[in-house]
Nanobody
Framework: QVQLVEFGEGLVQPGGSLRLSCSAT????????IGWWRQPPGKERERLAC?????????HYADSAKGRFTISRDSAENTMALQMNNLKPEDTAVYYC????????????????WGQGTQVTVSS
């Protein structure tokens, strides 16, 4: 079965950290551009970060993620991760991993594969 499965849902206090992971089955992440998006309550989905295919490996972050979030790929485990530090209440959202052969599709939110969504809540 071809799918992305996310892990790491949680409730975190402001200033805390959380790591989300996303495991791929049925295809190889190294052959895909990968990324993380999120959808805050009542708002549209927004792109946070993406990495182009492994041979290129360029990383792009949205302004909201720069300096606090780190995207990574683990080729051996066929997983991707999003390390989030110094979390703020406005980071509360459902987070999604995504993958596609074409980065142009990925950055537009039209990736072929999406995780199921993981709730992250930042609150004291």
């Amino acid at each position: 079965q071809v799918q992305l499965v996310e892990f790491g849902e949680g409730l975190v206090q402001p200033g805390g950290s959380l790591r989300l992971s996303c495991s791929a089955t049925g295809f190889t992440l190294d052959d895909r551009a990968i990324g993380w998006w999120r959808q805050p309550p009542g708002k549209e989905r927004e792109r946070l970060a993406c990495i182009s295919i492994s041979e290129d490996g360029r990383i792009h972050y949205a302004d909201s993620a720069k300096g606090r979030f780190t995207i990574s790929r683990d080729s051996a485990e066929n997983t991707m991760a999003l390390q989030m530090n110094n979390l703020k209440p406005e980071d509360t959202a459902v987070y999604y991993c995504t993958a596609d052969r074409l980065q142009t599709k990925l950055v537009l939110g039209r990736g072929d594969y999406w995780g199921q969504g993981t709730q992250v809540t930042v609150s004291s």
